[in-house]
């Protein structure tokens, strides 16, 4: 190769690169709800409280683990965490309903902490008033994250610095 093309060569090489990062569509849905739509009762306080199916798709290449983070910004006192779940195996497309609470899963996943302390899903129970916006973010990692299990949502984004391949968003709404 001519030297005078080796900083076009290099230039491909990062383009393609940037590229590859910019192609994963992950995208998370639910069988419960649709982006922006209601959350159903039975995946709340007023009803059996459980967790609702999840699944995604679009998973990037090199993806060694997945985290999932259920918040709602809408609190009256700041942000409240519904649910932190992490070290999801990266062949993993799905969650079902009604996730046991316990800090480890049966696949080897591991739960965190919720806004009450408490290991495990907390579903949406917002004070009477405007509904409120329940936002389930999934992360794809390249690795799992070096975390026990009862770990706080914080904690779970410090360990995901520099280990996010790509992450999506599912909004659904709640209110009483």
């Not at 026990?148 to 280990?163: D, L, T, W």
């Amino acid at each position: 190769m001519h030297v005078k093309y080796a900083p076009f060569l290099i230039l491909a090489v990062c383009i393609a690169s940037a590229g590859l990062a910019q192609e994963s569509s992950l995208q998370l849905r639910s069988t419960a709800f649709a982006e922006g739509a209601v959350i159903p009762a039975e995946y709340t306080c007023t009803g059996s409280d459980k967790s609702p199916p999840l699944k995604w798709t679009g998973i990037p290449t090199g993806t060694g683990s997945f985290a999932l983070i259920v918040e709602d910004p809408d609190a009256p006192r700041g942000t409240f965490v519904h649910w932190v779940i992490y070290n999801l195996g990266s062949s993993l497309t799905e969650l079902p309903e009604d996730i046991p609470r316990s800090a480890q899963t049966t696949t080897g996943a591991r739960q965190g902490v919720n806004g009450l302390d408490r290991v495990g899903y907390k579903g949406p129970c917002p004070p009477p008033g405007a509904p409120h916006h329940y936002h389930f973010q999934l992360f794809a990692l390249d690795s799992p994250l070096k975390l026990n299990p009862g770990a706080s949502a914080a904690e779970v984004r410090q360990a995901m610095k520099g280990h996010v391949l790509a992450s999506t968003e599912l909004v659904g709404t709640f209110g009483r």
